[in-house]
């Protein structure tokens, strides 16, 4: 049995418990700590170190965040403090907790969970899971890899931005009931299934807790929806995850810089063998001169 920590930040909370990654089981039962007022990195920072020392776990620790994340920096913040846009995350956290922490998007996390463990697992094909809560989280899984940073609660519908639209807070601040909610998301999962036609919706976040609420009401062609399996506890187990791969983090990719072309190596290497052996070019000849007519 591995035991890792996972750390799960929310718009309202952020949520810690020490996770099972050969089950995906919890271990002890999860500590919530209020997100601290504007989610400011400081702020955000001390609640981890908090949980961290809480659980006295060695090792490493799997933190989510609600925005995009690629090799340990955070690189959007749609419901979170501007201060995190560009901010190398992993090294806060790390330095922070004096733990190795592994840094992953909150519904990439959630998906993973799902994929392995809970609604989406032996599912071949696409699996889309979305977290409905403060926003609109998704995370696309093709045959159980994750295609990550996806951002689909971004969308537009027309002249509605789809996560301020649609999402729970949505319902809650639209005062909808869980039909008009349902018709909105209908709306919503159509478009997606239009563009990606996936095998399978799962429908995480807090509305998970009540299917029964909102499943009748949705209306779809082809895809079929199902409610997660692990609701809110999804995020922990997929950071839990997130840190229980090999050890090492993963390089930034060597390569050129936007706008740069190369050739591959590849195709250097065969148009060199192209070339006749040991056939040297002609030099080229100077063009002669044109004397001027007198």
């Given at each position: 049995m591995s035991a890792i920590l996972g750390i799960d930040i929310g718009g309202s909370g952020i949520k810690g418990a020490p996770?099972?990654?050969?089950?995906?089981?919890?271990?002890?039962?999860?500590?919530?700590?209020?997100t601290p007022e504007g989610a400011r990195p400081a702020d955000v920072k001390?609640?981890?170190?908090?949980?961290?020392?809480?659980?006295?776990?060695?090792?490493?620790?799997?933190?989510?965040?609600?925005?995009?994340?690629?090799?340990?920096?955070?690189?959007?913040?749609?419901?979170?403090?501007?201060?995190?846009?560009?901010?190398?995350?992993?090294?806060?956290?790390?330095?922070?907790?004096?733990?190795?922490?592994h840094l992953i998007n909150d519904a990439d996390a959630a998906g993973l969970a799902e994929a392995k463990f809970g609604a989406g697992a032996g599912v071949q094909g696409t699996v889309m899971v979305l977290t409905f809560g403060t926003g609109i989280g998704s995370a696309l899984i093709l045959n159980g890899t994750l295609i990550p940073n996806t951002e689909l609660g971004h969308l537009w519908l027309r002249d509605k931005h789809a996560e301020t639209w649609a999402s729970d807070r949505a319902r809650e601040l639209d005062d909808l009931n869980w039909k008009q909610w349902a018709r909105r998301v209908s709306t919503y999962l159509q478009h997606l299934e239009l563009l990606f036609s996936p095998d399978l919706f799962v429908i995480g976040g807090g509305v998970s807790k009540r299917p029964e609420k909102w499943l009748p009401h949705l209306q779809l062609s082809r895809s079929r929806v199902v409610p997660a399996q692990l609701q809110n506890e999804a995020g922990i187990v997929g950071a839990a995850m997130m840190a229980a791969q090999p050890p090492g983090r993963p390089e930034r990719p060597a390569g050129p810089l936007v706008g740069q072309a190369t050739v591959p190596r590849k195709l250097k290497a065969e148009a060199a063998l192209d070339?006749?052996?040991?056939?040297?070019?002609?030099?080229?000849?100077?063009?002669?001169?044109?004397?001027?007519?007198k």
């Open positions: 996770v099972d990654t050969s089950t995906g089981q919890l271990l002890s039962e999860r500590v919530r700590i209020p001390d609640v981890v170190r908090q949980l961290v020392e809480h659980f006295g776990l060695p090792g490493a620790v799997g933190v989510t965040f609600p925005g995009i994340v690629q090799h340990g920096h955070t690189l959007s913040a749609a419901n979170v403090d501007k201060g995190w846009i560009g901010l190398d995350a992993d090294t806060l956290f790390t330095e922070a907790s004096g733990h190795d922490v070339k006749p052996a040991g056939k040297r070019t002609a030099p080229a000849r100077k063009p002669s001169a044109v004397k001027p007519k």
